[in-house]
């Protein structure tokens, strides 16, 4: 069989890192996109991985990163977009620029680098795409909302696209991860907060002030597991919720009607 090649978004931490240790461990080439790969360390040195720099709001480096992945290796089969943050605060408060960018990195980044490697795919006949979603691109907790609307649209944007691609054969898939202890809550959150509008400080206060107690996980390659499967996954199955958490959430969204689900929601925050 021929070797796969994977191409994956924000490889420099988190998900995308391990997505990049286990493909490569089953044989797989990989492309590790990121937007600083002179600081990569480690997954360099590992046989078929080349570190190519990615930035989802760079269109030139996103065409670039996909032509050098299959000069390098003659093609790609499967698209992880990975890259991606959170962010923090109410709606009101939130400044312009904090809003675009939340929507250039996890919404446009994604349907670019979709662009970019379709017009390969297509001439293949054949190829995967996988968006990183989360469970928070069905179900929405307050104070989050750009990020829920970014990942709301993640899930449009794929559930849409299947039916254009499937006759082409290339399938579509949504990972929907719970809560998992990456950088995510730390370093990669955008907190801005309530600004000057005190009207939205008790709640905003009382919602941020447990967030540290929230049971995230520390089975972090559960998620690169998750991908990994929906990568060899030869069905056109679209959904693949992640973890305890997200799988019961994702069965409540289901199950419950939008007052229920406020009810369990306000319970919980
Ligand atoms: P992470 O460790 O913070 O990783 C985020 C990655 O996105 C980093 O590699 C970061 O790169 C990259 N990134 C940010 N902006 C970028 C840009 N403009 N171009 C390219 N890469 C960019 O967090 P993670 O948990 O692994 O997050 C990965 C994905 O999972 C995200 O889409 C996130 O929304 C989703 N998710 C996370 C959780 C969770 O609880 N952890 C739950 C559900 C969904 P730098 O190192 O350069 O900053």
Known sequence: MMTKTVLITGASSGFGKDAVRLFQKNGWNVIATMRTPEKETELGALDRV???RLDVTDNH???QAVEEGISLFGGIDVVVNNAGYGSLGALEAAPAEVVRQQFDVNVFGVIEVIKAVLP??????SGVIINVSSMGGRVAFPFSTLYHATKYAVEGISESLQYEL???GIKVKIVEPGGYKTDFAGRSMA????GDLLDYLPAYDAFAGQIDSWPMSDRVWEVAEGIFQAANDDSWQLRYPVGADAVQLLQARKEMD?????????GLI
């Open 61 to 63: 480096s996103i065409h």
């Open 50 to 52: 080349a570190l190519v």
């Open 166 to 168: 499937e006759p082409l």
């Open 258 to 266: 939008d007052q229920a689900i406020k009810n369990m929601i306000s």
């Open 120 to 125: 390969h795919m297509r001439r293949n006949n």
């Open 191 to 194: 907190t801005f907060g309530t």
